[in-house]
């Protein structure tokens, strides 16, 4: 079952631009986490926010929670080519133990 | 560290046959976990260990996935009928306790049952 519901599905843009992901989830979480998978390979960890945190950062990643309204949102900016990927929101419920994915959005970042 | 190792990286086989997919994770990480991931249904989580350990195999789809970790730096996953709607690419990751990395993600297996 997916947890969480990424939107949009897709998502289009101009390098220098930049990408905001949306991600919503139905539980109570521990923590959220993004992933980034690039075309035939596994995920890659971007980042992780904990249920008491409301905004992170991480280079030109931002990462925002807020558990009020079950949402998290990922902005990348400054977007470059090499952002295009698919990213995923992942819930977990404890601090330890299974993710659960969301289906993802596909970011293409035109040169 | 090399990472989560799996192999092999591709798989054709045909219906009916016995397919065996390897995991080896990150030494020190006591979380394993095997997902399977296809266009129709994303990311499914078939089985997780913790110490060797299967915690939840609710996931595994049916009697023929079976999975194994028999000691920490190995774990197999093991479809026996193989049929062609098990056609995925199924990813092998590990973790560690209290750790803020997320999770390990292998390259992923991708299995064609013909």
């Known amino acids: 079952s997916q947890q969480g519901e990424e939107d949009p599905q897709a998502l289009s843009i101009q390098e220098g631009e930049n990408a905001t992901m949306n991600c919503s989830y139905k539980?109570?979480?521990?923590?959220l986490q993004w992933y980034r998978q690039n075309s035939g390979r596994g995920l890659v960890h971007l980042i992780l926010?904990?249920?008491?945190?409301r905004e992170k950062h991480s280079g030109r990643l931002r990462v925002t929670l807020d558990t009020s309204k079950k949402s998290s949102s990922l902005l990348i900016t400054a977007s470059r080519a090499a952002d295009t990927a698919s990213y995923f929101c992942?819930?977990?419920?404890?601090?330890?133990?299974?993710?659960?994915f969301g289906q993802g959005t596909i970011l293409t970042v035109h040169p | 560290d090399a990472g989560v190792i799996q192999s092999p990286r591709h798989e054709v086989t045909e219906m009916g046959q016995e397919v065996t997919l390897r995991c080896k994770p990150i030494s020190g990480h006591d979380y394993l976990f095997w997902y399977r991931q296809t266009m129709m249904r994303g990311l499914e989580l078939l089985i997780y260990?913790?110490?060797?350990?299967?915690?939840?195999d609710s996931g595994m789809p049916e009697d023929r996935f079976s999975a194994k970790m028999p000691n920490a730096s190995f774990s197999t996953l093991k479809i026996q009928p193989s049929e062609p709607r098990d056609s995925a690419v199924y990813f092998c990751?590990?973790?560690?306790?209290?750790?803020?990395?997320?999770?390990?993600f292998g390259s992923g297996t991708r299995l064609t049952v013909v």
């Open positions: 992942a819930t977990n419920p404890s601090s330890y133990g299974k993710l659960t």
């Open positions: 990751a590990s973790s560690q306790t209290g750790g803020n990395r997320g999770y390990t």
């Open positions: 539980t109570s979480i521990n923590n």
């Open positions: 926010i904990r249920s008491n945190e």
């Open positions: 260990f913790n110490n060797n350990v299967p915690i939840d």
